[in-house]
């Protein structure tokens, strides 16, 4: 059981670092978001699940397993409320302006 | 185990301040937004791991759920306000 647990916890740990890697490297604010909706949930549902098969079963284990579920539903409902409003409000996705096919293209450099 | 659980901890701390980089020098509002949730989520699961720590998870898991809920209605109440502003990023 320990085992499975730490296997669980290094798992979710990997994907909270590439999440974390990936809001500090990527180009734009839509790969960003992209690196946080998914990797970050991901990450999260591991490492609360390993803990959870950490503790055994109890009360607390059924408390994670409820924050589990509600990470799962909020977490993309949040990204996608957040990057929904940059699109309306004109932040444009980037685009490569040293291709000659995108020179007339709308967008932002990248950095 | 309980070494290996301060371990862990310490590196999902590192991460989180890789996030309040992101939350302080931000390229746009939105980006900071997204950091800041980022942050939230860490908060929660350092939360958790520090409950198991401290052999006290009864009570720090209902912490745990509260800051959830909170993260959760904050960033939903900033992506509303800054669709309603329109605010130039």
Sequence with gaps: MVVLAIVLVVGGAFFLTVSAIGLLRLPDFYA???????????????????????????LSTVKVLFIMIFVLIANPTATHAISRAALRSGLAPWTRKKRPENKDRKGTEAE | ????????????????????????????I???????????????????????????????????????LLNFVIVIALGKYFDLVQEKP
């Excluded at chain 1, 960003?32 to 109890?58: D, F, M, P, Q």
């Excluded at chain 2, 980022?38 to 912490?63: A, C, K, P, Q």
Aim: charged share 10%.
């Design chain 1, 32 to 58: 960003r978001v992209h690196a946080v909706g998914k990797s970050e949930t991901l990450g999260t549902i591991l490492v609360l699940s390993g803990l959870a098969v950490y503790n055994g079963w109890e």
């Design chain 2, 1 to 28: 185990m309980s070494s290996f659980l301060v371990g862990i901890t310490i590196f999902i701390a590192v991460l989180t301040a890789a996030g309040l980089y992101r939350v302080a020098m931000g390229k746009t």
């Design chain 2, 30 to 68: 939105f980006d900071r937004i997204i950091a800041a949730t980022l942050v939230g989520t860490n908060g929660l699961i350092l939360l958790t791991l520090i409950g198991f720590l401290f052999e006290r998870i009864s009570m720090f898991i209902d912490i745990a759920i509260a800051y959830a």
